[in-house]
């Protein structure tokens, strides 16, 4: 039996999959990292740590392997997108990553529409200027860490720092460069006529390569530090949500997936070029050649939770928190909660919004809380799945993934909000499949990406809609999207207290 290996760099933790060829998950080892957050807005991460935690996480899974070490045959990645790290000329690390939930660009975005143009900017990035895009992170550093950007010689997203520091070979790939506003996104190429409006010079951008190509193997002190064999052979890999649209089988048109990580996403495989959205949901490259899919994104899904966890539950584990929230009835007892700690994306493109608990009664328990967060962060992500079916797409069946897919009740809720059927797959960890497939397809077990994903992505249970929920749920949902606009004015005002 051979096997592969899938490593998703989160942004709550690195999750490293072993997978055999039968698409079966035979080891899974994690390793978290902080974030770095020391002004309201800002978001970093140290690269350093990932591939620290990722080397530990490694070595921990050849430990408990018990087959031969040549077994494993290849490595892909999978990562969380948009993040800016910034390499000199002897490709050391300038700073910490600015992460793609870092809204401090607002200025930068302004600064992207006047010199390319909104008209041009839709067409060729295929975006809005959105403030965790990498491009406007890159304006920052140049307007406010001059010497830095002056140092600056590539460019390159989370997971190619990290894949670069296991092999030596510097590369991105399309999925992941579709979300820096810096690719001609249907042309595959970087976009001179962006790079030059904005004044960065297009040598900073990595040569582009396939996600399932072969980019070299792992290092000999990667060899030794890890216990794999020299001989692993490493594929490029992609963006976290293309790869997690991979591992769920999101491969044709139709199909339209949900994943609650630390954000929230919901898409669509697109096969159509030149569908336009005007810029209210993402457009990006697929992992899998020349597809596309479009998305929406909820900044703080999981994190609200967590967020919610830490700051009130620090002792307890995700399950402790949400025990119970099945006894709490639909509504949570007239509590309402917008995820909005971060700012928001879809449908709110607003670095300053702030998250709200409306309706808070004397008679609440920490429970009725934590109901709320559950159904808000499920309201917000319908947004885009209302966004989605306005555009004539028809959403009858969602797959579920992300450590938000662990809960049943949540999946269930999924089921009652979004209206309709929900579909767990047999691991949450679809970006790491995702990046385990890449790597199966590129070692040439499979014809296709869609011949793999008929093995490693099995659905293992449904849940239906219950009409009496979707009803309650659809009088909420109406309440929750009015509370946006109400407490927009309010947020702002409040912004000049924040850290
Ligand atoms: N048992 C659980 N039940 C429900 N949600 C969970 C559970 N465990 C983790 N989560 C949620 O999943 C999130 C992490 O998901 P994950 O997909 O690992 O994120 P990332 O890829 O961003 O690191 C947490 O922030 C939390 O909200
Ligand atoms: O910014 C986006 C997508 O545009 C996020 O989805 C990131 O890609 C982070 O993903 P997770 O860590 O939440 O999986």
């Given at each position: 039996?051979?096997?592969?290996?899938?490593?998703?760099?989160?942004?709550?933790?690195?999750?490293?999959?072993?997978?055999?060829?039968l698409?079966?998950?035979?080891?899974?080892?994690?390793?978290?990292?902080?974030?770095?957050?020391?002004?309201?807005?800002?978001?970093?991460?140290?690269?350093?740590?990932?591939?620290?935690?990722?080397?530990?996480?490694?070595?921990?899974?050849?430990k408990?392997?018990e087959?031969?070490i040549?077994?494993?045959?290849?490595?892909?990645?999978?990562?969380q997108?948009?993040?800016?790290?910034?390499?000199?000329?002897?490709?050391?690390?300038?700073?910490?990553?600015?992460?793609?939930?870092d809204?401090?660009?607002?200025?930068?975005?302004?600064?992207?529409?006047?010199?390319?143009?909104?008209?041009?900017?839709?067409?060729?990035?295929?975006?809005?200027?959105?403030?965790?895009?990498?491009?406007?992170?890159?304006?920052?550093?140049?307007?406010?860490?001059?010497?830095?950007?002056?140092?600056?010689?590539?460019?390159?997203?989370?997971?190619?720092?990290?894949?670069?520091?296991?092999t030596?070979?510097?590369?991105?790939?399309?999925?992941?460069?579709?979300?820096?506003?810096?690719?001609?996104?249907?042309?595959?190429?970087w976009?001179?006529?962006?790079?030059?409006?904005?004044?960065?010079?297009?040598?900073?951008?990595?040569?582009?390569?396939?996600?399932?190509?072969?980019?070299?193997?792992?290092?000999?002190?990667?060899?030794?530090?890890?216990?794999?064999?020299?001989?692993?052979?490493?594929?490029?890999?992609?963006?976290?949500?293309?790869?997690?649209?991979?591992?769920?089988?999101?491969?044709?048109?139709?199909?339209s997936?949900?994943?609650?990580?630390?954000?929230?996403?919901?898409?669509?495989?697109?096969?159509?070029?030149?569908?336009?959205?005007g810029?209210?949901?993402?457009y990006?490259?697929?992992?899998?050649?020349?597809?596309?899919?479009?998305?929406?994104v909820?900044?703080a899904a999981?994190?609200?939770?967590?967020?919610?966890?830490?700051?009130?539950?620090?002792?307890?584990?995700?399950?402790?928190?949400?025990?119970g929230?099945?006894?709490?009835?639909?509504?949570?007892?007239?509590?309402?909660?917008?995820?909005?700690l971060?700012?928001?994306?879809?449908?709110?493109?607003?670095?300053?919004?702030?998250?709200?608990?409306?309706?808070?009664?004397?008679?609440?328990?920490?429970?009725?809380?934590?109901r709320?967060?559950?159904?808000?962060?499920?309201?917000?992500?319908?947004?885009?799945?209302?966004?989605?079916?306005?555009?004539?797409?028809?959403?009858?069946?969602?797959?579920?993934?992300?450590?938000?897919?662990?809960?049943?009740?949540?999946?269930?809720?999924?089921?009652?909000?979004?209206?309709?059927?929900?579909?767990?797959?047999?691991?949450?960890?679809?970006?790491?499949?995702?990046?385990g497939?890449?790597?199966?397809?590129?070692?040439?077990?499979?014809?296709s990406?869609?011949?793999?994903?008929?093995?490693?992505?099995?659905?293992?249970k449904?849940?239906?809609?219950?009409?009496?929920?979707?009803?309650?749920?659809?009088?909420?949902?109406?309440?929750?999207?009015?509370?946006?606009?109400?407490?927009?004015e309010?947020?702002?005002?409040?912004?000049?207290?924040?850290?």
């Open positions: 039996m051979k096997y592969v290996i899938g490593i998703d760099l989160g942004t709550s933790a690195v999750k490293v999959l072993l997978l055999n060829q698409g079966e998950v035979c080891g899974e080892v994690s390793q978290v990292y902080p974030l770095i957050q020391e002004k309201s807005g800002h978001s970093e991460q140290d690269p350093e740590e990932w591939v620290h935690k990722t080397i530990r996480a490694l070595s921990v899974l050849v408990e392997f087959g031969e040549e077994a494993i045959e290849g490595i892909s990645f999978s990562g997108m948009h993040g800016l790290v910034l390499l000199d000329q002897n490709n050391e690390v300038l700073r910490n990553a600015i992460l793609w939930n809204v401090r660009t607002t200025k930068q975005c302004e600064m992207i529409y006047e010199l390319v143009g909104k008209d041009t900017l839709l067409n060729v990035a295929r975006n809005p200027a959105l403030e965790g895009f990498t491009l406007p992170k890159l304006l920052w550093v140049k307007e406010y860490e001059p010497d830095i950007y002056k140092k600056a010689k590539t460019f390159l997203l989370p997971k190619d720092y990290l894949r670069f520091r296991l030596g070979e510097l590369n991105s790939e399309y999925s992941d460069a579709a979300g820096t506003l810096l690719l001609n996104v249907v042309k595959k190429e976009s001179s006529e962006i790079c030059n409006a904005v004044g960065v010079d297009i040598s900073l951008c990595p040569p582009l390569v396939e996600s399932h190509a072969f980019v070299g193997t792992i290092t000999n002190e990667i060899a030794q530090q890890t216990g794999l064999s020299i001989g692993t052979k490493v594929f490029t890999g992609g963006a976290d949500n293309a790869c997690g649209a991979i591992g769920s089988g999101i491969l044709s048109d139709g199909k997936l949900c994943s609650i990580g630390t954000s929230g996403v919901v898409l669509s495989y697109e096969e159509d070029k030149g569908r336009d959205f810029g209210k949901v993402h990006f490259n697929h992992g899998k050649e020349n597809a596309f899919y479009t998305m929406g909820t900044l999981g994190y609200s939770l967590s967020w919610f966890k830490d700051t009130f539950a620090e002792q307890e584990d995700f399950s402790a928190v949400l025990k929230i099945e006894d709490v009835p639909i509504g949570a007892n007239g509590l309402l909660f917008t995820p909005y971060v700012g928001e994306r879809t449908p709110h493109a607003d670095a300053l919004i702030r998250g709200s608990f409306i309706g808070v009664d004397g008679s609440h328990k920490r429970i009725d809380f934590v709320a967060v559950i159904e808000g962060i499920t309201f917000s992500l319908n947004e885009s799945i209302e966004i989605f079916r306005e555009s004539g797409k028809n959403i009858e069946t969602i797959v579920s993934i992300g450590g938000g897919a662990k809960n049943d009740m949540w999946l269930q809720i999924q089921a009652d909000i979004f209206n309709a059927k929900i579909q767990k797959l047999s691991s949450e960890q679809g970006p790491g499949i995702g990046a497939m890449l790597a199966a397809y590129g070692c040439g077990w499979y014809a990406i869609n011949d793999c994903a008929d093995l490693f992505s099995r659905v293992v449904t849940y239906e809609p219950i009409e009496e929920n979707v009803v309650k749920y659809r009088e909420l949902f109406a309440l929750y999207k009015k509370v946006y606009q109400q407490t927009e309010i947020s702002r005002g409040l912004g000049a207290f924040r850290k």
